[in-house]
């Protein structure tokens, strides 16, 4: 059962416009969510987090909105840059067991010059 | 700082052998762990630990076993290999806390014949 979804395999965004990725989760329970950025022969790197407590958190040009009502939160990079070419997890923590993190799939982001 | 530090970085193994991969990290933080990549799938958990001496099983520990015999370092067994547990292998690392921001090392890559 896959409590975090990302339902986009792969996106594709012209270099200088929004990529706009995409989450759900399922468990109600889950009250930190974070985003992961990895480039191919890498490990995964912190981006970007929210609390639940929040609707919007921004650092530059990476933007996470939450939607409790929706379990649903995106991260929007604008403007986008042929650096931003990676593959991006999305990520939950419940407020039981915080020491655990629930990862999406991954999105696969390309932006073409 | 050499933060999460992985050996080795690629393996061949045929069926039945062993092998362990040793994580490392010097930033004193006290949780570990052990994730498995695959196509499609996402980062899923297999192993983590708390704390020395401590570990926990994820959401797909079989065929695995891990030691944290010291406080930066944390070991994933495999004792009889199989062709399913072909996949890219990454540790991380935490200090835990509310956002649990977890910094990941290079990964191994790990293929079983």
């Known amino acids: 059962d896959q409590q975090v979804k990302q339902n986009s395999p792969s996106l594709s965004v012209q270099e200088g416009r929004i990529s706009i990725l995409n989450c759900d989760y399922t468990?109600?329970?889950?009250?930190?969510f974070l985003w992961y950025k990895k480039y191919p022969a890498e490990g995964p790197t912190f981006l970007i987090s929210?609390?639940?407590?929040?609707d919007k958190n921004e650092d530059g040009r990476f933007t996470v909105f939450l939607n409790k009502s929706a379990k649903h939160l995106s991260l929007h990079i604008v403007p986008s840059q042929p650096g931003d070419s990676a593959v991006y997890f999305c990520?939950?923590?419940?407020?039981?067991?915080?020491?655990?993190?629930?990862f999406g799939t991954g999105t696969r982001l390309t932006i073409i010059p | 700082n050499a933060g999460v530090t992985q050996t080795p970085k690629f393996r061949v193994l045929k069926t039945g052998q062993s092998m362990t991969l040793l994580c490392a990290q010097d930033?004193?933080?006290?949780?570990m762990y052990w994730y498995r990549q695959d196509p499609g799938m996402g980062l899923r958990l297999i192993h983590y630990?708390?704390?020395?001496?401590?570990?926990a099983k994820g959401e797909v520990p079989d065929g695995y076993n891990v030691s944290r015999l010291k406080k930066q370092n944390f070991l994933l067994g495999l004792e009889s290999a199989a062709p399913s547990q072909t996949s890219v292998y990454f540790c991380?690392?935490?200090?835990?806390?509310?956002?649990?921001?977890?910094?990941f090392g290079p990964g191994t890559r790990l293929t079983v014949l």
């Open positions: 991380a690392s935490s200090a835990g806390g509310v956002n649990n921001e977890q910094f």
């Open positions: 468990n109600s329970m889950f009250d930190y």
């Open positions: 929210i609390s639940s407590i929040k």
């Open positions: 990520a939950a923590i419940s407020n039981f067991g915080n020491e655990k993190l629930t």
């Open positions: 930033m004193n933080h006290e949780y």
């Open positions: 630990s708390v704390g020395e001496g401590t570990t």
